[in-house]
């Protein structure tokens, strides 16, 4: 389902806040917020009422790696953070961006799973990093390219298949390859034992929303970022 977008004087996002256990803060930066920088988020969270000591980040490299905050900046894919007073952030343009807290709000994480993260399984990795009953585990799949936009060759397509089934996208009345990287990874940890009542999914797709969206399929190399943010309350 959509979340209601608002406006802030940093530019549109979603706040996602109310989706996590208490003490959690989150949100998703839309295209056309002032930057997606560590300093940036840290404003844009303190506009919001949020005490922050720390935004931490990664060098993305489309890796399956789970990093501890404490070890950023660093190659990685995931980031968790334990530490009140601190977020995580990721950023995306069509890649699937996931959001975990712990069910007692202590541990957080931020991810980006592209097609070679999520076939290295990255989504499951971070859920176990977290530590916690994936039960009681929260977890928000932001906005992404959808099979809609996402055609692949029929190689990739195959090893997609190979390693999750049937979960891997329609194929079109084109008779196209389409991965549909939001539910493969949906689909990896509701199999790990997240309730589908704390598997919250974004449906638009960034390729077709172009008024909200950056979308690097459409835009190439001119596409913005945008970020997805969660951390604890000092
Ligand atoms: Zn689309």
Redesign the pocket.
Known sequence: MDSEVFSSPEGPYLNLTGRFPEGIYAYFLLKGHAGVSPEEIARFLAGRGHEVSAVHRVDQVHSARVVESEETPCEADAILCRRPGEAVRVVVADCVPLLLASGDGTAVAAVHAGWRGTLGRIAEAALSALGSDPEKVVAFLGPS??P??YRVDASRHARFREAFGGVTGPSGADGADRLDLAAINAARLAARGVRPERLHRETR?T??DVALCCSYRRDGERAGRMAAVIGREA
């Open positions: 390219v959808g809609c936009c797709c390729s077709c």
